[in-house]
């Protein structure tokens, strides 16, 4: 295995202290269809909880790289600490990944100390500019395959993160931005354009989670679509340092309210589906 650059190629990219504290929000991706939390996504928090732009403002170009090393690490930590027995979704951005094997060896080493299996780690591309080097992008994804990761294309369908990152880029999972997700239960556009992703991700094998969900409807609509991967409020906000315990009867319960539901015709699956969405108590 290449050892990180640190030793052999005299990369200093991540080395030092960041000169800020911060820490790790987790918010469960869950199945509706299998009634389970199968992943837990660690978000980026203050020390006490303050936003992610409190800590993301001070990453300058210079910390990136360390940055990025240390969210890794943070976040397997934490898992750990906290028992996580799903996979692990870490953000991170392609323009702080030097050399895709050199800089996964801080993470191998941290989930061989902490007895936190790596190969349940989902690694998010998040776009937060347009990746110049698509070859860059390319080379991370197909290393992380090989060396058994997941990898999720982040923000589908808005942005960055496009449909053209699929013409040359073969992700495990894309994540359908909220943008596209609110009201689709609601709005015939959003609906088309769902169901034409799902569509195209199935025909790709790629497999997709929607996020942003809020509402029962969405969350009904979109697993009647056979979109049964989920997150968002309607589930659970992000919790500092901590998992969610208190998801199953309300997992149970919708799912139980689409099973109940006659079939109809759905894109993306056989997932049954209807036209009345059937109410019950919200909150998290
Ligand atoms: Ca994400």
Not at 196 to 211: G, H
Not at 232 to 238: C, D, E, T
Not at 254 to 263: G, S, T
Request: glycine share 6%; net charge negative.
């Amino acid at each position: 295995m290449t050892h990180c650059a640190r030793v052999n190629m005299r990369c200093n990219r991540c080395d030092g202290d960041l000169p800020f504290d911060f820490t790790m929000a987790f918010q469960p991706i869950v199945d509706t269809q299998q009634a389970r939390i199968v992943a837990y996504e660690a978000l980026v928090r203050g020390p006490e909880g303050e936003s992610a732009y409190s800590i993301l403002s001070q990453v300058t170009s210079e910390l990136l790289y360390r940055f990025d090393q240390a969210c890794r690490v943070r976040a397997i930590e934490l898992a750990s600490a906290l028992g996580m027995q799903e996979a692990l979704s870490i953000n991170f951005l392609p323009n702080a990944v030097y050399d895709p094997h050199a800089c996964i060896q801080a993470t191998l080493e941290t989930s061989a100390r902490v007895g936190w299996p790596a190969e349940r780690l989902i690694f998010e591309i998040t776009e937060t500019e347009r990746v110049s080097d698509r070859q860059h992008l390319r080379n991370i994804i197909d290393t992380y395959r090989d060396m058994g990761f997941t990898t999720a294309i982040d923000d589908f369908g808005t942005g960055y993160a496009n449909l053209d990152l699929l013409t040359d880029l073969q992700p495990d999972k894309l994540k359908i931005d909220r943008e596209l997700i609110m009201n689709c239960d609601q709005d015939r556009r959003r609906q088309i354009l769902i169901k034409t992703i799902a569509l195209m991700a199935q025909e790709l094998k790629i497999d997709v989670i929607a996020e942003g969900v809020e509402t029962q409807g969405e969350a009904l609509w979109l697993a009647r679509q056979g979109l049964t991967r989920q997150q968002g409020f309607y589930y659970a906000r992000p919790a500092l340092k901590a998992l969610c315990t208190d998801l199953d009867d309300r997992l149970l319960r919708l799912r139980d309210v689409m099973n109940a539901m006659p079939p109809a015709t759905g894109v993306a699956s056989s997932t049954p589906t209807a036209g009345n969405t059937p109410m019950f108590p919200q909150g998290h």
